[in-house]
């Protein structure tokens, strides 16, 4: 099975890199150094500093892992690439939920970049995916557990 295509806008690149970079440089000498002096404890069958950072370690490790694989799938999204006229990943979307009239603004992002509370949607999430391909002036259905909402696309901008 081929490996997942991840979408990222160029400073969802920058920030994976950035991350990689810091565990792979900074982290794992941490770690290692926390794991050296839980040795120099002693006896490690009972010492929790040592299981403590060997479970850090791991996690490390399988993070380093995770961001490599995606940075090798990666696919960046040029601005140039945004269009204004339909909705895609890397679009800013300014809505209207016709049911409570609130305005909301959301950028359509890879999954791999979505921080709901940044108004960073993926473009798999419920909302993302019933937006993308969508013009300025059309009316969204989109099927979320509570029911369904109605948002009118206000704007599309990059």
């Known amino acids: 099975m081929a490996d997942k295509e991840v979408i990222l806008t160029p400073s969802g690149l920058k920030k994976?890199?950035?991350?990689l970079e810091y565990l792979k440089s900074v982290k794992r000498h941490e770690v290692a150094e926390r794991i050296k002096t839980a040795i120099g404890y002693g006896d490690i069958s009972?010492?929790?500093e040592y299981d403590d950072a060997k479970n850090e370690q791991a996690f490390i490790e399988?993070?380093?892992i995770t961001l490599e694989k995606m940075l090798r799938n990666a696919r960046v999204i040029n601005e140039d690439e945004v269009e204004t006229d339909v909705v895609s990943v890397g679009s800013t979307v300014k809505l209207k939920d016709l049911?409570?009239?609130e305005i909301v603004e959301y950028t359509i992002v890879g999954s791999a970049e979505s921080?709901?509370?940044a108004n960073k949607i993926s473009n798999e999430s419920p909302v993302g995916?019933?937006?993308?391909?969508k013009q300025k002036g059309a009316i969204v259905d989109v099927n979320v557990p509570a029911g369904i909402i109605q948002y009118e696309i206000?704007?599309?901008k990059k």
């Open 129 to 133: 995916k019933a937006l993308l391909g």
């Open 16 to 19: 994976l890199e950035e991350e």
């Open 62 to 64: 399988g993070r380093i």
């Open 46 to 48: 009972e010492n929790s």
């Open 115 to 117: 921080d709901p509370m």
């Open 154 to 156: 206000l704007d599309i």
């Open 99 to 101: 049911e409570y009239n």
